[in-house]
């Protein structure tokens, strides 16, 4: 097996994610143009996104089991074809019901894509230089988003709402035919017909979807009304029942056994609060570049481009830094980095230049690049291979989760203070600033915190060994 193509199969699993990771972006800017066509109001609308987000984690848990049950080449290729069918389903989608189907569709397999990415370059690439290859699938991943409303922009105003899921087919064909291509060594993996945990699967399904589909209507309707109330519950006893369900099962969904590996459970805390401080930051960013700071959308697009430009560049740095010199370190640098960057967000207002908003996202950026490929190779690097898998699927899970609930939280906090200032007599703007300003010093609090479990993170990316047929040559 020394002649695989290894740059092949990272090519191939950098256009799968990135094609899914534009589709988290691209729609948003097109949802005034669909809710005319539609004839819905904005809050119909919006579920296009919703039903993306709840949907999105589903097959995230699932992983594990297919790559047992149907191999790594077939996972990924099931991954991205029912992306691309998603994809095409709702470009030729005539109602708001049959689009919001093809989204769920198109967030099954796109959910996928990321944990199986991660677990198949581990597969892969030796664990001596799995942290630089993770720099650069990282950096793919980050090309979808950042380009996504952009992209989206463009091809609508140019030809209609339904091409930006066209231009997912031919990236779509394209990834299955370079899959055949690449991927070919993965089909000499060996399967494993293990049972499904069907009732601690729905378990974990009931409690994702009533946790995300809870904190986002929570930003609408407020945290304490009972619609709420009543979802988080739900979402509470699933969960419980779900850890209940999988402790008394052989071959669980979810190995539970993982959270009592210290060095991966001390991943899984950064990832979360990382998610929750950066979702929730760059959540607020745009009412404090646009409402506040005046600019119009295209160039508050363009102030955000030195965070992108330095963490592309730093990338694949800190992949190979983590390779040689461990994980905590660098990860440690990004997070203070980040959290630096909240504090000067928060300094930010009507008054600041250009120069400080370009200085406070290059911070960002910095900080961006030196944490996520390190934090990655560390996640892959404290379990097992044969427990590779669903470490990747749990951390993806978790960084969506992390994320959902960062927003969530900022928003609610931020709407909260904005309410407590304009009641003491402030006025509407500057309490709206003030606001922000406290929403940045939230994700700059959680980020400072973080740094406790990233100090237990391993300090070399020592992978444990077991029996599992592993490619490493």
Known sequence: MRDINRTGILIVVIMGTTMAGIDSSIVNISLPVMSKQFNCTLDEIEWVITVYMLSFSVLMPLTNWLKNRIGFFNLYIGAISLFTLGSLMCALSTSLDSLLVARVIQALGGGAMAPTSMAIISYVFPARVRGTVLGWWGLGNLVGPAMGPTLGGILTEKFGWPSIFYINLPIGIITVILAYRYLDVLRKQPKLKLPFDLTGFVALTIFLVCLQ?????????????????????????????????DKHKQEPIMNLDLFTNYSFVSCILVTISRAAALFGGLFLMPFLLQEQMGF??????????????????????????????????????????LAVSMYLFALLDKGSTIPEVIIAMTVRGLGMGLLLAPLNAATLSSVRPSEVTMASSISTLMQQVGGAIGIAVLAIVTQAAYNKHVLSGKEGHYAHHLALKQGFHISLFILLVTLIPAWFLPRRNVVLKDTEAHIDT
């Open 213 to 245: 589909y809870g904190i986002a209507r929570a930003e609408v309707i407020g945290i304490t009304s009972p619609e709420i109330l009543v979802t988080l519950s739900v979402a509470l006893i699933a969960f419980a029942g779900f850890i209940w369900i």
């Open 296 to 337: 119009s959308e295209g160039m508050s697009g363009l102030l955000i481009l030195p965070n992108s430009v330095f963490m592309a560049v730093l990338m694949p740095f800190a992949g190979k830094w983590s390779d040689k010199h461990g994980s905590r370190e660098i990860s440690m640098m990004g997070i203070t980095l």
